[in-house]
Nanobody
């Protein structure tokens, strides 16, 4: 089964930047898309960003557009989330995810995705 490991979480001040990474192993041939969700205590898991297999198509949640950037290494098994202009409301556990669909348009709910990492904590102070 696919195994996802996040790294890069930590603390940052409001307005600062942080870069998350996710390394995947055991990826099936049909697993194409990867992305990020986040979850705060008492809230549902929220879509952050997704990227297709080739890395040419990206999708972002409204709350992070213009501030976060998702990318994929040429080897296809590692993605990154560059987080800039951080706000306290960005504080959450960030989860890496993967899925077996080819096109990411409209894929913004947790049920769309197949595998999940353990999560990494991001804390933004004001």
């Amino acid at each position: 089964q696919v195994h996802l490991i996040e790294s890069g979480g930590g603390e940052a001040q409001a307005g600062g930047s942080l870069r998350l990474s996710c390394a995947a192993s055991g990826m099936p041939y049909g697993t194409i898309a990867m992305g990020w969700f986040r979850q705060s205590p008492g809230k549902e898991r929220e879509f952050v960003a997704a990227i297709d297999w080739a890395g040419g198509t990206q999708l972002y949640g409204d709350s992070v557009k213009g501030r976060f950037f998702i990318s994929r290494d040429s080897g296809k098994n590692t993605i990154h989330l560059q987080m800039s202009s951080l706000k306290p409301e960005d504080t959450a556990i960030y989860y890496c995810t993967s899925a077996r669909f080819r096109y990411i348009s409209g894929r913004t709910t947790p049920g769309d995705y197949d595998a999940w990492g353990q999560g990494t904590q991001v804390t933004v102070s004001s």
